[in-house]
């Protein structure tokens, strides 16, 4: 089974693992993403790759306690391992020297983009990145991106860090003050990329977007991943997880992915409700 | 055997006369709320009874309509004289999974509907023998673990290890290779695991079968995924296989293309089945993956597919659990004993009936109806079946929270997409030579779904059998 060999907080409730998958190491592109199952009666839960050691036969994940499987995880230490992860999934992103590219990550997002910017930057592309994040504790890979000798603007929410604002604003800005932009990478909340789309959209900016619906075997099995794409229903784990953000129903993505709401909660109350018991009994 | 009392030797006309035994099953009513599995099985005495009605023709018949050839009076035989072990191995020199084979074959289409007593009478029930023995080798634990042969230093690859490739696994493992099964979900069995549920066929007998399969030295590789985490190429020149076997099956669903279909509460058969019977949904919160709360259920599609859909979500909570089908009764292609438990348990079939479009809540995009349109039969079309056609105005709204697309699925387009030179039909499926069953790369074969569309499970078995023979000769003589 895959071993987590480090494990790092980078931010709170935000953890990047370091695990054991020569195979995918080797093999995963940028825009792959690998499914994880935590537990033998855990969930099985989609979570891109972050970056790749081929060398060492690792993988990067980076995941935030948001659920119950992600919190489970968050109790896991070094040295425990994952009961399966199976990857590297999906069409890698597709890279070309387009000239110049706006990267905007929000939230974990921060996390997907990241090999995209590197990829792209290597590619020859003139790379701007816009990161942005609810405050500046909650901003991770800063370090990480600036290292990667591009251009760099930060916002937050509440101008802990950066400009105060929202990533949208500051691309509108880039575009009106030029030089042209030949395409934008967007990966972050739905509701994020919804709006970057409708910014870039007047000016027929082609937009990529990352979409993360809920999935279960990765494979094309079970249809449960589609997204509306144009005038057509696509399967994400097999056709994406990339598409044209101006193609993409955004607001179907969003109910889609609370289907689940309630039963996830109910799941999260009696997890935390056990945990409690567990600690008072010591 | 002596320790078995065997009914007095029946006369031709005794066997006519003697009914076909019933099998015991679970109260319809109490079975459509659990899990377990509906029938109970013969016990012994109802076996022999049963087997000792068989004519013994000349000319047997059922032989013809079993895909596979298994020598059904022979088998018979040995249940009559009680000689089970016998009768187990007689079974198996055809077919490796009897317990599975006896619980989900088509029967009344293949070796019951050419039973000669069938004729005038009701078939001799061969395939709740075939069950019986299967489960009787199994609980009596005289399964043997088939003898190998001397390693040979080759080895094949595997891919997808439902009925198609664990039969074609373990016929090579027989001859001696090394044998590597892929397989891209969590767990072993394609179809057998994650589609057909455990109230027709229990999982731990498909674990039995698995276990065997290993025991014969078959290395099982779950959550690797050929295409993406290896491809067909890699194995070859890579990872020292000297041929590869594919039995990736027809596992992308098709919908309807009808507007709504993206709703919540909207599932693919395949989605719906795999969350439950591999992913455990049933056993929610235990287990983490979730299924939402069923009210009115409706199964689109009438197949196997489709019945176990609708049974399952009885079993789920479902209030009520409506089967939707276009054509009559007649043409449903489902197993008529998956109709008839079905029909036990209270599922609701609306024939001629075409779904029209999927209405769902503006405000929180759940399913709320589903508009239907009454259909009448008109001339027959190409297949010989009468062609249902639309009834002017007859359109009306069904209130339900959950909708099930059970009209079939595609081949898993994984492979052909990430092994250019691998040929495949317009429709997807891979192509073969009929007789060798070669495809048109060298070195790799294929059989099951991933080259008949969705098919049945017999068919894949014999396909993997048939493959295993052929890669032998190819390893002998390495010939393409
Ligand atoms: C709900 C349901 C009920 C059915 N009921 C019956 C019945 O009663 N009687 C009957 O005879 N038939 C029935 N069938 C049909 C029958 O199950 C299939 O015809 C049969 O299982 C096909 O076998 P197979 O080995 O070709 O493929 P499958 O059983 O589909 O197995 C293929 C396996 O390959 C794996 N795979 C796919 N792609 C890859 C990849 N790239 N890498 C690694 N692994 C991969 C899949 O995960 C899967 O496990 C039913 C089917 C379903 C869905
Ligand atoms: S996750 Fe099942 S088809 Fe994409």
């Not at chain 1, 929202?166 to 395409?183: C, H, R, S, Y």
Request: with cysteine.
């Amino acid at each position: 089974m895959p071993r987590i060999l480090k494990i790092e907080v980078l931010a709170p409730k935000v953890r990047r693992y370091v695990v054991e998958a020569p195979k995918i190491a080797r093999k995963r592109k940028a825009g792959q993403f690998v499914l994880v199952c935590a537990t033998p009666t855990g969930e099985r839960i989609p979570l891109t790759i972050s970056n790749a050691d081929p060398e060492a036969g690792t993988i990067n994940l980076i995941v935030q306690e948001v659920g119950k499987t992600t919190i489970e995880m968050a109790a896991l230490k070094e040295g425990d391992e994952l009961t399966d992860v199976v990857g590297p999934l999906g069409q890698p992103t597709h890279i070309a020297k387009v000239g110049r590219v706006v990267c905007v990550g929000g939230g974990i997002g921060i996390a997907p983009l990241f090999p995209i910017i590197d990829a792209m930057k290597q590619a020859g592309n003139d790379v701007t990145v816009v990161l942005g994040a609810r405050n500046e504790e909650l901003l991770i890979l800063e370090d990480e991106v600036r290292a990667l000798g591009v251009e760099l603007v930060i916002c937050t929410d509440d101008g802990s860090k950066g400009r105060k604002g929202f990533v949208t604003d500051v691309l509108k800005e880039m575009i009106a003050q030029g030089p042209p932009i030949n395409e934008v990478v967007t990966i972050g909340p739905a509701i994020m990329m919804k709006f970057v789309c409708e910014v870039t959209r007047p000016h027929a900016i082609s937009t990529l977007v990352s979409l993360n619906p809920i999935m279960v075997d990765g494979t094309g099995m079970c249809g449960g991943c589609r997204v509306q794409v144009g005038n057509e229903a696509k399967f994400a784990c097999v056709d994406g997880p990339e598409f044209d953000g101006h193609l993409v129903d955004f607001d179907l993505l969003m109910r889609r992915q609370q289907m689940y709401k309630q039963q996830e909660r109910e799941a999260l109350e009696r997890y935390e409700a056990d945990h409690t018991c567990h600690l008072e009994g010591v | 055997m002596s320790d078995k009392k065997l009914p007095p030797k029946m006369t031709p006309k005794e066997k006519m006369a003697t009914p076909r035994q019933p099998m015991r099953e679970q109260e319809p009513l109490v079975r459509a709320r659990n899990f377990q599995e509906v029938p109970f099985g013969y016990d012994e005495e109802q076996a022999i009874v049963e087997a000792s009605r068989c004519l013994a023709c000349g000319k047997p018949k059922c032989m013809e309509g079993c895909p596979v050839g298994n020598d059904i009076p022979r088998f018979l035989s040995h249940i009559a004289e009680g000689d089970f072990a016998a009768a187990a191995r007689t079974m198996k020199e055809t077919n490796l999974l009897p317990a599975i084979c006896g619980r989900v074959c088509p029967q009344e289409s293949q070796c019951e509907n050419m039973c000669i007593i069938g004729k005038k009478g009701e078939p001799i029930a061969i395939g709740r023998l075939e069950r019986f023995i299967g489960d009787w080798e199994r609980e009596s634990g005289a399964t043997e673990v088939p003898e190998c042969a001397a390693p040979t230093g080759r080895a094949v690859a595997i891919i997808g290890s439902g009925p198609a490739g664990l039969a074609c696994a373990a016929e090579l493992a027989r001859a001696g290779h090394r044998v590597v099964v892929y397989e891209a979900l969590q767990k072993p069995g394609g179809v057998l695991r994650y589609g057909i549920p455990e109230f027709r066929l229990p999982k731990a007998i498909v674990d039995a079968e698995i276990e065997l399969v290993e025991k014969m030295g078959v290395e099982i590789r779950c959550n690797e995924i050929i295409g993406m985490t290896d491809t067909i190429d890699e194995l070859l020149d890579e990872e020292g296989f000297d041929a590869v076997f594919v039995a990736t099956g027809a596992g992308l669903p098709w919908f309807l293309g009808i507007p709504g279909e993206n709703a919540l509460g909207v599932y693919s058969a395949n989605e719906f089945l795999t969350r439950i019977n591999l992913m455990g949904a049933y056993r929610f919160p235990e287990y983490d993956t979730p299924i939402q709360k069923l009210k009115v259920a409706a199964t689109i599609g009438g197949g196997n597919v489709a019945m176990d859909a609708a049974r399952t979500a009885l079993r789920v909570g479902a209030e009520r659990s409506l089967i939707i089908y276009r054509r009559s009764r007649e043409e449903l292609p489902a197993r008529e004993e998956e109709i008839h438990h079905a029909e036990q348990e209270g599922v609701e079939f609306h024939f001629l009936t075409n779904p029209l479009e999927l209405l769902a809540d503006e405000k929180t995009g759940w399913l709320r109806a589903l508009k239907c349109q009454r259909m009448e039969l008109g001339e027959p079309d190409a297949s010989g079946r009468r062609r249902p056609i639309p009834v002017e105005g007859s359109e009306y709204e069904i209130p339900l929270n959950t909708a099930i697309i059970a009209i079939g699925n595609a081949p898993n387009p994984l492979i052909p997409r990430t092994t250019p030179d691998l040929e495949v039909t317009k429709r997807g499926q891979v192509t073969i030579d009929q007789e060798t069953m070669r495809t048109s790369k060298r070195g790799v074969f294929a059989g099951g779904d991933i080259v008949r569309g969705a098919a049945t499970v017999i068919l894949a078995m014999g396909d993997g059998r048939r493959a295993a023979a052929h890669i032998n000769e190819f390893l002998a003589n390495g010939e393409w």
